[in-house]
């Protein structure tokens, strides 16, 4: 009997110490430690209990038995594990709670994710598909289940499919990379795409998330810039050709006449006057040249810089009190560079031209700034407006707004149109360190 309660005594006192070890490896990791305390207390008395009922088996001590320590000793254990109970239901409604909201930003999370209009792909480091949204899955044409079976190459076409491992590497390199490519839908259909790809940990494990916009239209506005800058290039060199044809010709053309009579003059006087008049055809042919390469490049513009020109072209249009324009020029130094001088102020006369032919407006602002190496056009007046799209499709009263566009997209630059009721707002920023010549 005495061998039996000894065991049973003694797997006791172990499991309580095993119980004592498992709680303070619970104290390590929790947040709420004094529950876990107040718990391994506990368990360190209940062992204390076991001892000293060996020992009195063992007839060593008689602290287990027929005095007040044992009663003590219950009672302390007792309110330590109440204690501890309760302190660790708090915990357990603190997890529930998180569990709670867990629950809740991943049901928004996912109906965000199914519910954006841009297509996102979620890839593993070897490209394959692992997630994907509502928009990708029926721009591809394709369900979420066919496409976590596919590789990302799969959706390439063409030629665009031996880039994949390059933008793969080139993401995993540098974190985060942006390219354009085209893919593919289940029918056959190709469109052109621009993809924003990054590398993102999920559960300490890289992924590369992919966030693809169509970008057809954008396309398409590129061709038809392109075609604007033709145009354009097309339209000045005609206007150039017919200055020098009407303007700059007749007076050279007179001049050899005058040239090839002098050898016919009868006299000294006759001679003197057809020099003197001459001289007279020479001054308005340096004048007519002049004026033509002024229309190339202003001479102001060449000798003291884009803000002084902007100045002088906005005051004389200013004095004839058909309109206001209210000029700030801030931080505009000749250290942008010749080449986009000429494009801002062509750009710049061109809005104003565009306005004193169309808009009926009253009042131009115009807030030309460099700030942090980029040259801000704010442009606005208080006219009637019109339509950026139909302006850019069909041209005609608003070919300007196509050299417009066209000339920041050479740049590089970000164009911003908005009808503001009544007026425009046009905004414009160029990268100076990209573009500086």
Request: charged letters at 25%; one cysteine or more; a neutral charge.
């Amino acid at each position: 009997m005495d061998t039996t309660v000894i065991f049973m005594i003694t797997l006791s006192m172990v499991l309580r110490l095993l119980t004592f070890a498992v709680v303070i490896n619970y104290y390590k990791v929790s947040r709420l430690r004094t529950a876990w305390l107040l718990i391994a207390a506990a368990m360190v008395l209940l062992s204390l209990e076991n001892l000293f009922q060996l020992l009195a088996l063992r007839g060593i001590s008689q602290l287990a038995s027929g005095s007040v320590v044992p009663h003590a000793a219950g009672l302390t254990v007792s309110v330590l594990m109440l204690t501890g109970t309760v302190l660790i239901n708090t915990i357990l409604k603190r997890l529930d709670t998180v569990e709670r909201t867990k629950k809740s930003v991943e049901k928004n999370f996912q109906m965000l994710f199914d519910t954006t209009s841009d297509q996102i792909l979620l890839l593993d480091t070897n490209g394959k598909i692992v997630e994907a949204n509502h928009a990708v899955c029926q721009r591809l044409e394709l369900s979420r289940n066919q496409l976590l079976s596919l590789h990302f190459a799969d959706l390439k076409s063409g030629p665009h499919v031996e880039g994949v491992l390059d933008h793969i590497n080139r993401i995993q390199n540098g974190s985060y990379y942006i390219f354009e490519t085209e893919l593919r839908s289940k029918t056959g259909q190709r469109f052109p795409v621009e993809i924003n790809c990054s590398l993102i940990d999920i559960e300490a494990k890289p992924y590369i998330a992919c966030v693809a916009r169509t970008i057809a239209e954008r396309k398409e506005l590129d061709k038809k810039v392109r075609i604007a800058i033709i145009e354009t290039e097309e339209t000045e060199r005609r206007r150039f050709a017919k200055e020098i044809h009407d303007g700059l010709g007749p007076l050279l053309s007179t001049i050899k006449l005058y040239v090839n009579e002098l050898d016919g003059a009868k006299n000294t006087h006759e001679k003197e006057e057809s020099i003197l008049f001459i001289n007279k055809l020479v001054d308005e042919a340096v004048d007519s040249a002049r004026n033509i390469a002024n229309n190339i490049t202003p001479q102001l513009l060449t000798d003291y810089g884009l803000t002084k020109a902007i100045v002088h072209f906005t005051d004389a249009i200013n004095a004839t009190n058909l309109l206001q324009i209210k000029v700030r020029c801030s931080n505009i130094d000749r250290q942008i560079g010749p080449t986009l001088e000429l494009i801002f102020y062509r750009i710049i006369t061109e809005l104003i031209n565009n306005t004193i032919k169309h808009a009926n407006a009253n009042i131009i602002t115009i807030d030309f700034r460099l700030s942090d190496h980029k040259l801000l056009l704010d442009y606005r007046d208080d006219g009637i407006g019109f339509d950026l799209q139909q302006a850019i499709e069909k041209g005609d009263n608003h070919m300007g707004v196509k050299n417009i566009i066209s000339r920041v997209r050479s740049m590089n630059g970000t164009f911003n149109f908005q009808n503001t009721n009544p007026g425009i707002h046009i905004y414009i920023a160029v990268d100076t360190l990209a573009r500086k010549t």
